[in-house]
């Protein structure tokens, strides 16, 4: 399970991001973690 974690993170932060283009803050943030 921690193999997928990072792929599982990512995966959900972009269907959140895409989900929610109208709210910059909350994209930006996702763009942070996927960044960190």
Request: no cysteine; aromatic share 6%.
């Amino acid at each position: 399970m921690n193999k997928t974690k990072p792929q599982v993170q990512e995966y959900i932060i972009r269907k959140i991001t895409s989900h929610e283009l109208n709210k910059p803050a909350f994209r930006q943030a996702g763009e942070k973690t996927l960044l960190s």
